[in-house]
DNA sequence: TCAGGTAACGAAATCGTTTAAGCCCGTTTG
DNA sequence: CAAACGGGCTTAAACGATTTCGTTACCTGA
């Protein structure tokens, strides 16, 4: 390995010269760091983050936090999509990533501890558990960090609209003329609690009554209790004419149970999903859906967090809302007369 | 922070003794490691990791490098699973886990020396195009990899089962009495190579002709080229009776043109998918498959990396085969008179 | 009683890099 | 002409941890 000592030795300067000269210093004369620059390229120099990490107190590497319960929340592909363009940012402002973790061989630490033994120098936290202790521990401490689709005190949050979401949906559906609209929810988080409560208010304000029974649990990603709450909605007396499901995923579950009862999509019955994977847009009939826009979260959670980390004392804790955009499938039948 | 320094001198002893208490030496007295460990308890002390990699040369710290022509390999199920899993193996032996890019901020490396320049001891290649000369360079040079899907010279490797798959699946249909079996294929890489060759030898092997024409090129994960294959494959003169799709999600492409024909699946047409995702085990009819074993080829490609990490003497390069498993979907029709 | 052994701990170097402070010397300025 | 200045470098300490040798002090056996 080619060090700062062997270029100095080569070039008969001292080490702080060949620092300085790497670092564009500008006290240094300039056939100086020509010669430097030249000789630490013939001898394939590399810098050694590791070593600047331990003198500089920066580490230019930024810890995420994507668990859930289910594994990682990988698996899922508008987090996927979140952390690959988080990733795409944060290298572009000369980060690294790295998963953070509980637990590391058989040290176990927690979040907090685990940030700080690598030396991260902020973390974006998405998909886990809010109510952990550890997680809210990461977030209160004083490493910077930004959270996703969670708003914990006065930090610094992205969050996607998940008021606006439910809001264009229901009033898109309302336009192709429907009023019996049912509303499939995932679990209880402060993300569900968000659109449930938009739903409501959304139908509220159109004078839209929603019948006892339109509104049913499931579970996100899950078709199968998607499934199982479709049918539900099927046996009620008064059917509705348009199902909201959780998530594009999810919607494979109905999908599969309107069929089994031949009810057509979109002509017996419309449907709409949420995310806007890829999915969805392959699918036939094309399914409408509320897009969120994954690719600008994580562009602007590393953005943010980049600036927090850089700029801590002119950078204000904000919460920033990025909205999606509704994808008008073939799935929502026009009912007006 | 609280260093070994602060608890030295709270202790009375020297770093020296510290360092050799936590780190389970024999030459400290009993009462001594008690005192400092419980003193290092009560300050709240955690090791820093930078200041270890610095002097012992090993970061605890594996790179992945997880990156396909469009964007990262991330959002394909397959790649996430596998990393998802490698992460859990990694840190269950003490590992962290770090994305390896090309050109970090303005200072542009490739990949061999970005895993040098963060001391990574280890990376894990997958997705990648492997005729990329700065993939190859890593892999040839002196830092332990192992890659997936893919042989360099007598390096680890992690290897699906590409000559299995696609026999067991040619297998399977050819005993629900098909004989018309077409294969739609991906991109030319070295696994698409094997698994059209494995086609070819198995029908050859069962006396099954393959027509001109059977054998139709897509692109992995792109149901809009599986789509016109399928097109393709309909207006044949000789149709098949069953077509293999290049993956699961590209089938959509296929079942949404096959319905565009009035054509029902299994009883008009016959099909398979590869990979085996959530999402085949949730369609219905429930898609027939050859399940790659992701889980268990993140987990291997990890452990076999640590191994060679940890035992450089002792430890073999070898290449380890994950074998899949045929998932009998209800989208083959036994077809035997 | 004394050589030799051993248990317990410390001094100091080291990993690769950065940086505050200082030094030397030629040039400018009052 | 002396003092002040500044360009260009160097010295040395520091970041936090580990480890190789010592160095004690105490114990043991002959």
Redo the contacts with the bound molecule.
Sequence with gaps: ?V???DISERC??????V??A??GHT????E?IAQIRRVAKEMGYL??AT??T???GRSHNIGVLFVDKTGSGLKHEYFSSILDSLKVEAERRGYDITFISKDIGEFSMDYYEHTKYRNCDGVVIASVDFSDPAVIRLIASEIPTVTLDFVYDNRTSVLSDNIGGPSALVHYVYEMGHRRIAFIHGEDTSVTQKRLISFHKTCASLGIRVPEGYVRPAIYHDPKSSGIATRELLALPDRPTCILYPDDFSFIGGMNELERHGISIPNDMSVAGYDGILLSQVLRPRLTTYRQDAEAMGREAAARLVEAIEQPKTCLPQQIMISGQLLKGDTVKDIND
Tied chains: 1, 2.
């Design positions: 390995m060090t700062i000592k008969g300067v001292s080490r702080a010269t620092s300085k790497l670092n006290d240094i004369g300039a100086t810098p050694n070593a600047r331990l003198k500089l």
